[in-house]
Nanobody
Framework: HVQLVESGGGSVQAGGSLKLSCTYS????????MGWFRQAPGKGPEGVAA???????IYLDSMKGRFTISQNNAKDTVYLQMNSLKPEDSAMYYC????????????????WGRGTQVTVS
């Protein structure tokens, strides 16, 4: 199993920034991809950004230029820097990891954190 813990959420005004962190532990040796997803009330999960074990990143088109995903050297923490936040970015943000490839399809991810709330007003 892999345990994931998100932090860094909060309330911010439109145009502001937040940096989310996700630390994971456990059986992490063969993780191929770390991703950030979000889910607003009444909507399905939406892939925001993902980064693979080589550091290559992918983004939802609407996030490009505003959000940046990164990981630390130990590759046990993944970050999501969010700039120019908009009210429509308000959601619960989850990090997740998967084995075997990297994409933004939530159904392919194996382990999930509990989420951190982001509210933009």
């Amino acid at each position: 199993h892999v345990q994931l813990v998100e932090s860094g959420g909060g309330s911010v005004q439109a145009g502001g920034s937040l940096k989310l962190s996700c630390t994971y532990s456990g059986y992490t040796s063969f993780i191929d991809c770390m991703g950030w997803f979000r889910q607003a009330p009444g909507k399905g999960p939406e892939g925001v950004a993902a980064i693979d074990s080589d550091g290559a990143s992918i983004y939802l088109d609407s996030m490009k230029g505003r959000f940046t995903i990164s990981q630390n050297n130990a590759k046990d923490t993944v970050y999501l820097q969010m700039n120019s936040l908009k009210p429509e970015d308000s959601a619960m943000y989850y990090c997740a990891v998967r084995y075997g490839g990297c994409n933004l399809d939530a159904t392919d991810f194996n382990y999930w954190g509990r989420g951190t709330q982001v509210t933009v007003s």
